[in-house]
């Protein structure tokens, strides 16, 4: 049959109806043959961690230098200031009502660092017949080859680690389980390892992987379970619970070599050439809840007419959705030739927790006849104190297209 | 349905848990025991392939990232005097300049490291040493090198580089010293010449008793019995070398350099002032004199300069006249006009803080029964300290022998230590040493016979650096060429059984630097030896031995007190000489070296931890047992808190030691016992 490429265009944006759940929701899965593009930027921002004892604290220690054999010079205290900003293009696929598959491709648009320090002056020293100022600290380092750490920014353009998902619904054939509004799914993602490690020979400089990001393990499987009340209230809420479990795979890792920062950053001397890290694994879970304050109007639209599906069970309107997580961090294993060395990095990833609320808006346009959904999010790891983890906050934008093809 | 779910959901916990339950990282052992034995190269290869992975660590985090940058910020000053470490831009044919030409040449890595100034002033030093070690600690350092697959250079610096470094650290502190200004005289102004007292222990009354000139550092008060109503004048000068960083600036000192410390307040200038056209007072910017940082000074502070010279008076009046009966004392310091741009920061040319003590009257004291102890500057650490006591200063006539000591963690030797037992096949004594990874030798030790050995660093120009200025002057090269003390104690360990022969092995041996070596053995033996280089060949041969009194000869001083102990039975040492007083003094071309006391910024930390000691010991004597001992090595007063490295006791009848280390400061950590003789009598029965 002959169709013109206006018509070839149509039909590539033609829509299938989206059951009534939120795309948020933890046990959705698209219906067969319907593909969701989901494209969303991400901006987040880091300034503080959590230290052992569940209090805030700067991402770095503050670093007291003395003159050798003579006196306090003073105490660095650094202020670093973290930030990325992804685009994070998602395509997921229906094989089946019950079975979809996933690709999501992050792209890190830029990170940077800057360390910020400030610095209070230590001891009178009677060699320069003051205490030192700051600036008097850094000439005195740079005499010793040690350049004062600048802002740093990079991964403009670099890929993060790219994941691939599979999500499994198991109840969706037992009636008695869906018709009672329970569903509960299996998802298991991988990362490939696409993103790019940091550059071993700057002292703020920030990777691209799953382990560099930590907001996700290489390979993670969920268990999901949610109640939707469509009889009690309307359809209009639906609680869920996530149970996780997320490997970290060991990486190996080039060792700095002192090129640019001799004093600070040499420690391929003594600790070989490479070193491997096997990040600790998470695990946790989440509790979501999913509210509808307003569903829109039900008519019919072109949308509905063409694939004959009741307009009530399009998207509604305006939806959120709050969500509540707890991960537990294992120990992360450092292994080189210095076990001394190890222990000083493993001291920094000692077993933790992040407590992370997320909520998101969603505003979805099909029961007005146009295939679109607009979200907003953020997640934030301020407001609730976690352990041995860094207290980072991200805002979302994005928008979802779902599309089916005949 | 629900029962599975929930079922799945227990799992999953129930697994997150066992998970979550995986080993915290735990801190590996800072302090080791390591035991080696068979021939010094199998005792070096065992030591090598044990230790690999931290001495490899500390090489790198000591020398590269710390010690050997620091060092290279000094070849300006040394260049200023010694021609032959100029560099390419000043002289492209210099010894340096070439070396470094010729190392980057064959450099494939590491080159800012191998390439630079210190490592080379290292190298050079280590392998003068090498000729005169003996073969058995050859053979160990080889088999450590071999073991740890380093270079042996790497092994021998790590061997060698105490003894280098602090030479090389004598000389140039001593430059800077002759470039800053200097203490010329002091004088007490206000009653002293008619008070009917010797006032400065001079052997004359009211003539002349205020006055201290020449300027003369001494462990004790240097004037008595002052009126408090009396006042200070400092006089100060300052030349111009006309050589090296000293070129250009006119000489003066600048009087808005000048601060005192009286007690524990500090007296200087604002920081905005400057000085005056003729460089005479400091002036703030309306010409008028500048306050000074203390309400309570109330213009307690002026300066005067002597017409048509570069010498200044610097009055002071202590605020509100002084205490009566107590003790006063003064940290006086001052600055130049320089502006020394490398090594950065910038800064002027600032000389030594001087001390002095006085008492006022009433005390009752005379000047050689007060110490020149001060009070806490702030920031000042105490040096390294050793003690021993038996007989009568125990409750039960134990012998111990205490050791303390402090001079370069830099965040990583305290992770690197070491105890070492040693078990030549040879014959030799067996016997333990408190060092570090990739050391042959350590800071203190004892044998299977109860000999203990341990030494603290006493600056000194009277070291083989000096030596080869001696001969070549401005060409001399920055060699080390003497036996280092740590292999030094590990040949006394190895082949002494007693302090006589162990005082005489060191009378022996070429030494590389100033120490003060501490001797206790298992028979009640204690003696302290002050020794240096020797390089003017004095009659004393470089070695001076005192013991407590009662013990023979040389145990008391010309005014018949003890050297260094409270009574009969005990003896103690802290990082300057007692005996050896002028353990140097001589000129060099133009260059005034002079005894220790008058440059070495050790000096007045040492008196004061000496002067502190003394009173611990003296207010737990008769009951000083191991508990008490660590009671006072853990003195606050006693502990470098930045860089403190071991602290020891050893019970030489007992072959016992109690020892901590892998802390800063050392006395933190628990004081752990090593029994030698079960170490050595359950290995025997193997």
């Not at chain 1, 670099?158 to 329970?182: C, P, Q, Y």
């Not at chain 1, 290489?218 to 209230?233: G, N, Q, T």
């Not at chain 1, 946790?284 to 639209?301: L, N, V």
Request: hydrophobic fraction near 35%.
């Amino acid at each position: 049959m002959k169709t013109s490429r206006a018509s070839l265009l149509l039909l590539c944006m033609l829509l299938l109806f989206i059951p009534g759940r939120a795309i948020a929701d933890l046990t959705e899965t698209l219906p067969e043959k319907t593909l969701l593009l989901d494209v969303s930027y991400m901006h987040s921002w880091l300034s503080k961690a959590y230290d052992n004892n569940w209090n805030s604290t700067s991402l770095i220690d503050e670093i007291e230098r003395y003159e050798p054999g003579g006196g306090l010079q003073g105490v660095l205290t650094p202020d670093a200031k973290v930030q990325y900003s992804i685009l994070l293009m998602q395509l997921n696929y229906g094989i089946l009502d019950d079975l979809s598959v996933g690709i999501g491709i992050p792209l890190v648009l830029y990170s940077s660092v800057s360390p910020q320090f400030s610095w209070d002056s230590g001891d009178y020293q009677p060699t320069i017949g003051r205490a030192y100022s700051e600036q008097d600290f850094w000439d005195w380092a740079a005499s010793m080859g040690q350049p004062k750490p600048g802002d740093w920014s990079g991964n403009k353009g670099k890929l993060s680690d790219i994941n691939l998902g599979l999500r499994f619904k198991w109840t969706h054939r037992i009636d008695a389980v869906r018709e009672a509004g329970w569903a509960s799914t299996l998802t298991i993602t991988g990362a490939l390892p696409t993103g790019s490690q940091k550059d071993p020979e700057e002292i703020t400089s920030a990777g691209t992987g799953m382990w560099d990001l930590h907001s996700q393990g290489e390979l993670c499987f969920h268990l999901a379970v949610d109640k939707s009340f469509e009889k009690e209230l309307d359809d209009r809420l639906t609680l869920g619970m996530d149970f996780f479990y997320e490997v970290f795979f060991e990486h190996d890792y080039t060792s700095p070599r002192g090129t640019k920062n001799p004093l600070l950053l040499n420690q391929a001397l003594y600790i070989g050439e490479e070193y491997s890290i096997n990040p600790g694994d998470f695990s946790g879970f989440s509790f979501q809840a999913d509210i509808t304050p307003y569903k829109g109007p039900a008519r019919q639209t072109w949308l509905t007419r063409r694939s004959g599906n009741d307009p009530n069970t399009l998207p509604p309107v305006f939806s959120f959705a709050l969500r509540y997580t707890f991960v537990h961090i294992q120990q992360s294993d450092w292994t080189s030739n210095s076990v001394l060395w190890d222990y000083d990095q493993e001291d920094n990833w000692r077993p933790g927790a992040k407590n992370i609320l997320y909520a998101q808006l969603n505003f979805a346009f099909l029961r007005l006849g146009a295939p679109l959904i607009v979200y907003a999010g953020f997640r934030t790891l301020s407001l609730i104190p976690g352990k041995n983890t860094r207290s980072s906050d991200v805002l979302n934008v994005g928008i979802r297209v779902p599309m089916k093809f005949w | 349905m629900n029962k599975q779910l929930i079922a799945l959901l227990v799992l999953w916990c129930t697994a997150a848990v066992c998970f979550a339950s995986c080993s915290e990282t735990q801190q590996p052992d800072y302090a080791q025991v390591v035991v080696l034995e068979g021939s010094p190269y199998e005792r070096g290869l065992q030591h090598g392939r044990l230790l690999e992975s931290r001495i490899r660590s500390l090489y790198a985090t000591l020398l590269p990232n710390s010690l050997l940058p620091y060092l290279n910020r000094e070849r300006v000053d040394v260049a200023s005097v010694l021609v032959n470490y100029k560099d390419a831009e000043e002289n492209p044919e210099s010894h340096y300049a070439l070396w470094v030409e010729e190392c980057l040449a064959g450099c494939i890595e590491r080159c800012s490291e191998k390439c630079s100034f210190s490592y080379m002033l290292m190298k050079e030093s280590g392998e003068s040493m090498w000729d005169l070690i003996p073969q058995d600690y050859r053979d160990e350092m080889q088999g450590i090198a071999d073991g740890a697959g380093m270079p042996l250079e790497e092994i021998l610096i790590m061997n060698t580089f105490v003894d280098t470094m602090l030479a090389f650290r004598s000389l140039t502190v001593f430059i800077k010293q002759l470039q800053a200004p200097y203490v010329t005289e002091l004088e007490l102004i206000g009653g002293l010449d008619s008070d009917g007292i010797d006032n400065n222990s001079d052997g004359t009354t009211d003539e002349n008793d205020g006055l201290l000139k020449p300027w003369n550092p001494t462990p004790n008060a240097a004037f008595v019995e002052v009126p408090t109503s009396a006042s200070l004048r400092i006089g100060l000068n300052d030349i111009k070398l006309g050589m090296g960083t000293d070129k250009g600036d006119e000489a003066g000192v600048d009087p808005c350099t000048i601060r005192i410390q009286y007690n524990e307040a500090v007296y200087e200038y604002d920081d905005t002032c400057e000085a005056d056209q003729a460089r005479a007072q400091c002036v703030d910017s309306n010409g008028k004199p500048c306050p000074v940082k203390d309400d309570m000074c109330d213009d307690c502070l002026r300066t005067e300069l002597i017409e048509n010279s570069t010498r200044m008076n610097v009055f002071f009046n202590p605020p509100g006249e002084m205490e009566k009966a107590a003790l006063a004392s003064f940290i006086i310091q001052a600055g130049d006009f320089n502006r020394i741009i490398d090594p950065p920061p910038l800064h002027a040319r600032f000389m030594r803080d001087e001390r002095l003590t006085i008492s006022t009257a009433g005390y009752g004291e005379e000047a050689m029964n007060i110490d020149n102890r001060g009070f806490d500057d702030g920031r000042s650490q105490p040096p390294s300290i050793s003690f021993a006591v038996r007989g009568s200063a125990t409750p039960d006539g134990e012998t111990l022998a205490a050791h303390h000591y402090a001079l370069l963690d830099s965040n990583t030797t305290h992770k690197h230590m070491v105890l070492f037992v040693i078990k030549p096949d040879d014959g030799a004594l067996p016997h333990v040493v408190l060092g570090y990874a990739g050391l042959v030798w350590g800071f203190s030790g004892m044998n299977s016979s109860g000999l203990v050995f341990s030494f603290n660093n006493s600056d000194s120009l009277d070291n083989p650096m000096s030596g080869h200025f001696e001969e070549d002057l401005i060409n001399a090269m920055l060699l080390c060429d003497g036996l280092p003390i740590g292999i030094a104690g590990r040949e006394i360990l190895a082949g002494r059984e007693n302090v006589t022969e162990a005082a005489e092995y060191l009378k022996n041996v070429k030494r590389s630097f100033g120490w003060n070596v501490q001797l206790t053995d298992a028979d009640g033996g204690l003696m302290a030896v002050e020794t240096d280089t020797n390089i003017l060949e004095d009659e004393d041969g470089g070695l001076l031995a005192y013991s407590p009194p009662g013990d023979g000869d040389n145990s008391k001083d010309e005014y018949g007190r003890a050297w260094a102990s409270i009574k009969n039975d005990d003896l103690r040492m802290a990082s300057h000489f007692r005996m050896n007083l002028e353990d140097l003094n001589h000129t060099f071309l133009i260059f005034d070296a002079k005894p220790q006391r008058y440059w070495t910024s050790f000096y007045y930390r040492s008196v004061r931890a000496w002067s502190i000691l003394g009173e611990e010991i003296k207010k737990r004597y008769g009951d000083i047992d191991v508990e008490r001992a660590i009671e006072i090595l853990r003195t606050p007063e006693l502990v470098d808190k930045r860089d403190s490295m071991q602290a020891v006791i050893y019970r030489p009848e007992k072959l016992l030691l109690h020892y901590a280390l892998g802390t800063v400061p050392a006395t933190d950590g628990e004081f752990i016992e090593f029994d030698l003789g079960a170490t050595l009598a359950e290995e025997a029965q193997q």
